[in-house]
């Protein structure tokens, strides 16, 4: 993963990349396009036009976005990693578990995937460091 120009990982911000595929992911889910994601939120297409160029949204659209999608607002704050208690894994049951589209089986599957994925993909060395 490429850092962005600034970012910083001392200090909590917003995760415009996280709340862009967290909206891509309710919109595939729901079966629709961008326009009918704009429309049903009350949002212009434009503002979705600039958040998937990675800019910001403005409060009123961020809210807007943020119940359209049933999300918690504060999923999208990155927390210095320092900071963040449980971790991923720990997460992880809940999150699948609070999906309606999952049944147990589906779950128990995606967390056995998830976890050999997360813990190959944690011990891999940063192709960035040299």
């Known amino acids: 993963m490429t850092k962005k120009p600034g970012a910083n990982e001392d200090r909590p911000g917003f995760d415009a990349d996280a ?3 967290s909206l891509d992911g ?3 889910s ?3 396009t961008w326009k009918d994601l704009a429309g049903e939120a009350g949002i212009s297409q434009s503002t979705l036009t600039r958040l998937g160029q990675g800019k910001r949204p403005d409060v009123d659209s961020f809210a807007r976005l943020v119940a ?3 999300f918690e607002a504060d999923q999208f704050v990155a927390v210095p990693k320092q900071a963040q208690a449980g971790g991923f894994l720990a997460q992880l049951p809940t999150y699948l578990r609070a999906d309606p589209n999952l049944n147990d089986q589906a779950v ?3 967390e056995v995937i998830i976890k050999a994925a ?3 993909f944690r011990r891999a060395p940063d192709p960035d460091v040299t």
């Open 68 to 70: 359209w999608g049933g």
């Open 118 to 120: 997360y813990e190959q």
């Open 26 to 28: 309710e919109r595939r």
């Open 19 to 21: 709340f862009y595929e």
């Open 108 to 110: 128990q599957s995606l």
């Open 30 to 32: 729901r079966g629709l």
